[in-house]
C-alpha cells in the first residue's frame, strides 16, 4: 500500500517528501527592470504572459496588449496589492484596422486587426522605494527600440494612473 499525500495540503520547499527535496520554480532576477531603467528593453520581453487585450478609441485608436512578467502574473493571480517589487508591467499597441481580406470571407465589413506597431512599448517598473514620487513605479517608453528621456512626457503617464492610486495606478 502506497501513501499519497493530500494534494490540497502545500508542499514545503526544500523539505524532504519520500527521499524527494520540493523546490520552487521562481526564476531569478533576469535584470528586466534594471535594463528599462538604463534606457534598454529587456530581453525576452515579448515572451512575458498576457494580462489583458483592449481597445482603445480615437483619439489613440489602437488594440493594446498588456503583458506581465513572473512576479505580475503571480500578482495578479493572488490579486495581490500593492504589487510588489520587481513587478513589470509592458504594453504594445498597433493601429486598429480593418481587414479587407477577412471581410470578404464575412461579405461585411466586421473584421478589425492589429496593424503596425504604435506609440512605442511603454512599461512600469515596480520599486516602491527607488520611485516614491511616482507611486513606487517607473514609466518608460520605447519608441523604434529607442528610449523617450522627454520627463515631461514620462511625468504625464503618472498623471494619468493617479486615477487609479485603489488599484496600485494599475
Same mark, same amino acid.
Given at each position: 500500500?502506497t ?8 508542499v ?7 527521499g ?7 526564476? %531569478? ?9 538604463d ?5 525576452? /520581453?515579448r515572451d512575458?504572459?498576457?494580462i489583458s ?17 513572473n512576479?505580475?502574473?503571480?500578482? /495578479?493571480?493572488?490579486?495581490?496589492q %500593492?504589487? %510588489?517589487? $520587481? ?8 493601429? /486598429? ?5 477577412n ?16 506609440n $512605442?512599448?511603454q ?8 520611485y516614491?514620487?511616482? $507611486? ?9 527600440g529607442? %528610449? ?10 503618472f ?7 485603489n488599484?496600485? /495606478?494599475?
Amino acid at each position: 500500500i502506497t501513501r499519497r499525500r493530500n494534494i490540497d495540503t502545500p508542499v514545503q520547499p526544500g523539505k524532504r517528501y519520500h527521499g524527494v527535496v520540493v523546490t520552487t520554480q521562481r526564476s %531569478p532576477d533576469d535584470g528586466a527592470g534594471a535594463a528599462i531603467a538604463d534606457g534598454r528593453l529587456p530581453d525576452g /520581453y515579448r515572451d512575458w504572459r498576457l494580462i489583458s487585450v483592449a481597445r482603445e478609441e480615437a483619439p489613440l485608436d489602437d488594440i493594446r496588449a498588456v503583458l506581465g512578467n513572473n512576479v505580475a502574473i503571480d500578482a /495578479y493571480r493572488t490579486d495581490k496589492q %500593492p504589487f %510588489p517589487d $520587481g513587478t513589470i508591467i509592458a504594453r504594445l499597441a498597433w493601429r /486598429y484596422e480593418s481587414s479587407e481580406e477577412n471581410n470578404k470571407s464575412f461579405g461585411r465589413e466586421q473584421s478589425f486587426v492589429a496593424g503596425h506597431p504604435k506609440n $512605442g512599448v511603454q512599461f512600469m517598473v515596480k520599486d516602491a522605494a527607488k520611485y516614491a514620487s511616482t $507611486g513606487g513605479w517607473l514609466y518608460a517608453q520605447f519608441d523604434n527600440g529607442v %528610449p523617450v528621456r522627454n520627463e515631461a512626457q514620462l511625468r504625464n503617464c503618472f498623471t494619468c494612473h493617479q486615477a487609479v492610486t485603489n488599484r496600485d /495606478y494599475v
